[in-house]
């Protein structure tokens, strides 16, 4: 499998992207970013310098990702998601002068394995996003996120739990919650979803 990568995208040649990965049009790749394998990075995407994606990611239009952040395999980064870099931030120091690279503490946003951020959301780091986590459209992540669980607002606030299927989990009667979909049963320990594995 080769990489393919639309004519009016801007990939520096520092930056790694893996076999079967999918560049659009007018997408920016900076220096030392690093992009695994079968991703798909859609269009007007921003990949700073530095910033690591596993494998099989989606990032959908016009999604900025500025460094250090990291994205694990699976994850779902949605349309004009924004994962920020300074939580303070300033084009001036305190003397009027512009400031420049090393005037700046980055932290970075963390996606762990299969995430999805919706539409617009945007995670203000540093801040991980947990395993299988969902967030809604148009949220505002500022704290970390558990993993499997489904959060919307601003700021960003857990309604529920979601399966690997993406769907909302259905609590049963023995204290347990299920995925519709593939079947698959969970259950809360301290706050922490679990898969019940079958014995």
């Not at 399966?163 to 706050?191: T, W």
Request: hydrophobic share 40%; glycine share 10%.
């Amino acid at each position: 499998m080769s990489v393919f990568v639309a004519s009016t995208a801007i990939v520096s040649s520092d930056a790694s992207i893996g076999e079967g990965t999918k560049i659009w049009h007018h997408v920016q790749i900076r220096e030392n970013a690093k992009i695994g394998k079968n991703c798909v990075i859609s269009k007007s995407v921003y990949i700073d310098a530095g910033v690591i994606i596993l494998d099989n990611v989606k990032v959908q239009n016009h999604a900025s990702l500025y460094a250090p952040a990291q994205i694990e395999s699976g994850a779902f980064i949605g349309p004009n998601v924004v994962l920020t870099n300074d939580k303070n931030p300033r084009a001036t120091n305190e003397h009027g002068e512009s400031k420049s690279e090393r005037d700046w503490n980055k932290k970075g946003v963390i996606v762990r394995e299969g995430a999805s951020l919706g539409t617009g959301s945007i995670c203000v780091a540093p801040v991980e996003i947990g395993r299988w986590a969902m967030v809604g459209a148009g949220s505002v992540v500022i704290e970390n996120l558990a993993a499997f669980g489904l959060y919307v607002g601003v700021p960003a606030k857990r309604i529920g739990w979601v399966g690997k299927s993406g769907v909302k989990l259905s609590m049963l009667e023995n204290g347990l919650f299920n995925c519709p979909i593939s079947n698959i049963e969970y259950r809360e320990i301290d706050g922490v979803l679990i898969e019940v594995m079958d014995t």
